[in-house]
């Protein structure tokens, strides 16, 4: 019998993994920049945290999540998001103690037993990060500024900030009323679950990717027309920062974000180079969940980057993975060359660089298609005749340029092949 992986679950596999590493490489040093630390939570929680934080209504409630009952009977789910971990963690551990404001984020795999396809999938992973203790549209512009200097940092440059607000509690239960209305003369376009969701929670229509759906709201109400002084002003002043910082955005009145926890400012970062998956990231403010979930009535503003689909973005790139190639290939020609590259190769790795060569006797040929098809940056050619005269060739495989190196300075050499950093 033969084991394959359950649908929707992926491995992910050698040759893609520089891609991953890439971009957590890249958003760990954007958060330092902004100060955020790394949280690590369990990827399985008591389900009443997730039916409680996202919302009963919402799809990932109500059909997606993997939940299962432990010995004891008490139902347990596999995180769909996190969110909700995060803001447990933050209440249980009196993280706000420590700071009025905490910045933490998280990378790890989320799971939501949706139907498989192209960017979706049951296991995916996200990068989170969550701000709490500040409710001011500074920070929102704060948030999304990290989120977009994560993609500009990864050269991804075909992506669109998607913004609205949904208001508060006060200004949404006005819309919500106006909008069921709307939707009540309408049910006889919608389909079945957005009948539901018209009298249950009205805002999930749009989210609907039913395409008669759409058409059927297409001169819907908006939101921004209903949202009180406080909420217009933090969402112009969110604006104008963004103005300011210089990222463009567009206003999106039907951006309700599949989570019911969502107050003021909610954003998507979508891209036009994956089809119908095309969300990337996507977040907003959630100023009453810590409340909700049993903490103090602290604000909070977070998004969570969806991994597989950057990863997606830059393999069609063909980001350059520098990190995942041999900083140097050497080729060694007679027992003599192999015993010292042998040398060289031991010390060298031992302080950081990624050499390859050869175990055993080969021809030039075969060790030169060997480095290429490691993709080594650079390879080193040394038989008894570079011995004799201490002078080989360094080749450097992207540019093909070579040089005569001194191989009495092998070391100081080979120290600056990958940037000088290491130590040979
Ligand atoms: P979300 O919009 O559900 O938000 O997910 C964020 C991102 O995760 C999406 O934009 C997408 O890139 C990725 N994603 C979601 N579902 C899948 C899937 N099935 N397969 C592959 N990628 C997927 C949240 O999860 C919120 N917790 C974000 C947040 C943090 N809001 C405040 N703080």
């Known amino acids: 019998m033969e084991f394959t992986s359950i649908k929707g679950f992926k491995d992910i596999l050698p040759d893609e993994i520089a891609y991953w590493q890439q971009l957590e490489i890249t958003a760990r040093n954007i958060f330092r920049a902004f100060g955020f630390q790394e949280i690590r939570t369990p990827i399985l929680e008591k389900t009443e945290l997730f039916n409680r934080g996202i919302g009963e209504e919402t799809d990932i409630v109500s059909k997606e999540m993997y939940s299962l009952k432990d010995s004891k009977g008490k139902s347990l789910t596999l995180r769909p998001e996190a969110t909700a971990s995060v803001v447990r963690a933050y209440i249980q551990n009196r993280l706000y103690l420590k700071s009025p404001v905490q910045k933490l984020f998280t990378i790890g795999p989320m799971f939501r037993h949706e139907r498989p396809q192209k960017g979706r999938l049951r296991q995916f992973h996200q990068i989170n990060a969550e701000l709490f203790g500040d409710s001011g549209p500074k920070s929102d512009a704060e948030m ?6 994560l993609f500009e940092s990864m050269r991804l440059n075909d992506i669109t900030l998607h913004i609205n607000s949904l208001g508060c509690d006060q200004c949404r239960e006005k819309f919500r009323d106006e909008l069921k209305n709307y939707l009540g003369l309408r049910l006889d376009f919608l389909c079945r679950d957005c009948r539901r969701r018209a009298h249950t929670n009205p805002l999930r229509v749009f989210d609907c990717k039913i395409e008669t759906c759409n058409q059927a709201i297409s001169d819907a109400p908006s939101i921004l027309q209903f949202l009180c002084q406080e909420c217009e002003r933090h969402f ?3 604006q104008e920062y963004l103005n300011r910082i210089g990222i463009s955005f567009v206003l999106d009145h039907r951006l309700v974000r599949g989570l019911d926890y969502y107050t003021k400012t909610a954003f998507e970062i979508q891209t036009g180079e994956l089809g119908a998956q095309n969300a990337i990231a996507g977040g907003g403010r959630y100023d009453g969940l810590v409340k ?13 980057v969806g991994m597989e689909r950057v990863v997606a973005l830059l393999q069609q790139k063909r980001f350059e993975a520098d990190h ?3 900083d140097l290939f050497i080729a060694a020609l007679g027992k003599k060359a192999e015993e010292i590259s042998f040398d060289w190769a031991i010390k060298c790795r031992r302080d950081g660089l990624w050499i390859e060569m050869d175990y055993g006797p080969k021809g030039l040929k075969a060790q030169m298609k060997r480095a290429g098809k490691l993709n080594a940056k650079k390879v080193l050619i040394v038989g008894e005749n570079e011995l004799f005269s ?3 060739v360094l080749r450097n495989m ?6 005569e190196i001194d191989l009495n300075n092998i070391y100081d050499i080979l120290n600056r092949l990958d940037g000088g950093e290491q130590n040979c």
């Open 390 to 392: 201490g002078k080989a």
């Open 398 to 403: 992207d540019t093909k340029v070579q040089e």
């Open 292 to 304: 909700l979930l049993g903490g103090p009535d602290h604000p909070a503003i977070g998004f969570a």
């Open 144 to 149: 999304i500024t990290l989120a977009m200097g």
């Open 324 to 326: 995942d190639r041999p």
């Open 236 to 238: 112009e002043s969110l």
